[in-house]
């Protein structure tokens, strides 16, 4: 799950994680955050493409 709270895209994630650059991309289009907490692990998005590689990073840490 990925909630949007005071700008920051907390993710609690249940799932594979090669779904998240999807979900996290949706999510951008109807709730611009500017960061993305991550287990800790922060992000800060100014567009689309700070998105696209932070969900990219998260994606393959997960896979660890």
């Known amino acids: 799950m990925i ?3 005071n700008g920051e895209a907390q993710i609690y994630y ?3 994680w090669s779904q998240i650059a999807h979900d996290l991309e949706i999510l951008y289009a109807t709730d ?3 960061s993305i ?3 800790g692990l922060i992000f ?3 567009d689309i493409m ?3 590689a932070a969900a990219d990073y ?3 840490w997960g896979d660890f």
């Open 3 to 5: 909630q949007v709270i």
């Open 14 to 16: 249940q799932g594979s």
């Open 32 to 34: 611009q955050f500017t």
């Open 37 to 39: 907490n991550a287990y």
């Open 44 to 46: 800060e998005i100014n």
């Open 50 to 52: 700070d998105v696209i």
């Open 58 to 60: 998260i994606a393959q």
